[in-house]
């Protein structure tokens, strides 16, 4: 998974986001993303700032680069 949110946006939350087997949990600001994940299989989510695997029930931040 690769989010992308506008840039004019100043934060962002999304619930129950289906993916898959699983679903997410998005929170982000121009700063990170936290990502909560409730699926079977880890999930391997990407942004600008870098890469993470989230495990089933668990959750992960990542940096977001300041997009222009």
Do not use: C, Q
């Not at 506008?6 to 993303?33: F, H, K, T, V, Y």
């Amino acid at each position: 998974m690769r989010p992308v949110f506008p840039a004019r946006w100043g934060a962002a939350a999304l619930e129950n986001l289906r993916i898959g087997e699983g679903s997410a949990a998005l929170d982000w600001s121009p700063e990170r993303l936290r990502v909560r994940w409730f699926g079977a299989a880890p999930l391997s989510v990407e942004t600008d700032g870098g890469t993470a695997t989230v495990s089933p029930g668990g959750s992960a931040d990542l940096p977001v680069r300041a997009r222009s």
